[in-house]
T-cell receptor, first 114, second 112 residues
Framework: EAQVTQNPRYLITVTGKKLTVTCSQN?????MSWYRQDPGLGLRQIYY???????DKGDVPEGYKVSRKEKRNFPLILESPSPNQTSLYFC?????????????FGPGTRLTVL | QKEVEQNSGPLSVPEGAIASLNCTYS??????FFWYRQYSGKSPELIMS????GDKEDGRFTAQLNKASQYVSLLIRDSQPSDSATYLC????????????FGTGTRLQVTL
């Protein structure tokens, strides 16, 4: 089944404790992206990757890191999480990044930073 | 001015009625337009895409695009309780700085 998977789905952590949220897709997509979703603010892009070893900042990159060593994986790293990073996170992928490409979303990771 | 604007709602319609969801965008260079449905706590799911002016129909859903007015809408005919969700409008601008921008969504409630 074609899908985007994320782990963990739920995470409660404390301020300053490094964490990684994994994202994997099995559709051979070149484009991958991370979003956070907060009430009243909608989906905001954190980082994106056009292909392996090619990553760039989105609209809200502060406090996050990413890497793209393999085509299928795009982990999101929070080196020192803070409470303002409490949010619902979505990974997404598409074949390329063209006007006609559909983005497929993972199931989401609900992160709480205490 | 937000790049993509939607009324947050909730928009309440009775079962069987037509729900009309609206979205305006600010970038005249936008090329493609998407409607995603998102149930509470779940991931967005694409339901319609439209690329040229006019109407596009898919089952009970019709997307309408008017580039001159920078306006895109989604009509849901014969609304069902299962249509109750938040509907996200997304706008794509291609070019050297391609970007997909989401609106904050309109919450739709279909009442019995």
């Amino acid at each position: 089944e074609a899908q985007v998977t994320q782990n963990p789905r739920y995470l409660i952590t404390v301020t300053g404790k490094k964490l990684t949220v994994t994202c994997s897709q099995n559709m051979n997509h070149e484009y991958m992206s991370w979003y956070r979703q907060d009430p009243g603010l909608g989906l905001r892009q954190i980082y994106y990757s056009m292909n392996v070893e090619v990553t760039d900042k989105g609209d809200v990159p502060e406090g996050y890191k990413v890497s793209r060593k393999e085509k299928r994986n795009f982990p999101l790293i929070l080196e020192s999480p803070s409470p303002n990073q409490t949010s619902l996170y979505f990974c997404a992928s598409s074949l390329l990044y063209r006007a006609t490409d559909t983005q497929y979303f993972g199931p989401g990771t609900r992160l709480t930073v205490l | 001015q937000k790049e993509v604007e939607q009324n947050s709602g909730p928009l309440s319609v009775p079962e069987g009625a037509i729900a009309s969801l609206n979205c305006t965008y600010s970038d005249r260079g936008s090329q493609s337009f998407f409607w995603y449905r998102q149930y509470s706590g779940k991931s967005p799911e694409l339901i319609m895409s439209i690329y040229s002016n006019g109407d596009k129909e898919d089952g009970r859903f019709t997307a309408q695009l008017n580039k001159a007015s920078q306006y895109v809408s989604l009509l849901i005919r014969d609304s069902q309780p299962s249509d109750s969700a938040t509907y996200l409008c997304a706008v794509f601008r291609a070019g050297t700085a391609s970007k997909l921008t989401f609106g904050t969504g309109t919450r739709l409630q279909v009442t019995l």
